[in-house]
C-alpha cells in the first residue's frame, strides 16, 4: 500500500502550506487518516486526526492553526498549515488504519514523508 505525500517546502515565518496525501490502493474515507511529524532530534507525533466520520482531532500545539480535511472525490488527504512557526519544521507524514484513529503511532500504513521547513 502507497501513501504518497506532497506539498512540503521552505517558507517564512507566519507563512502557509498545505500537505496532500493521496492513494490509489483503498478508499481514504473509510479508513482512519492521521498526520503526524518527526521534528530534529525528536519522536514522532501525531498532528492532527480524522475518523471515518469525519470527526478531526488536533495536537495543542497546532490548534487553531491546522485544519486537516479530505476531499473524497480526488481520494486526498489534506493538512492546511497556518500561521507557521520554525518549530513546525520538520518531516511530516500521513498515516492510515483501517481501525486506529487519534495519534498512535501504531497506524497501519504510513507515506515516504515530506520535509518542511520553516525560516
Known amino acids: 500500500v502507497q501513501l504518497v505525500e506532497s506539498g512540503g517546502g521552505s517558507v517564512q515565518a507566519g507563512g502557509s502550506l498545505r500537505l496532500s496525501c493521496a492513494t490509489s490502493?483503498?478508499?481514504?474515507?473509510?479508513?482512519?487518516m492521521g498526520w503526524f511529524r518527526q521534528l530534529p532530534g525528536k519522536e514522532r507525533e501525531g498532528v492532527a486526526s480524522i475518523d471515518t466520520h469525519g470527526s478531526a482531532a488536533y495536537a495543542e500545539s497546532v490548534k487553531g492553526r491546522f485544519t486537516i480535511s479530505q476531499d473524497n472525490a480526488k481520494n486526498t488527504l489534506y493538512l492546511h498549515m497556518n500561521s507557521l512557526k520554525p518549530e513546525d519544521s520538520g518531516i511530516y507524514y500521513c498515516a492510515a488504519d483501517r481501525y486506529r484513529c487519534g495519534f498512535s503511532t501504531a497506524y497501519e500504513y504510513w507515506g515516504q514523508g515530506t520535509q518542511v521547513t520553516v525560516s
Open positions: 490502493a483503498f478508499t481514504l474515507s473509510n479508513y482512519c
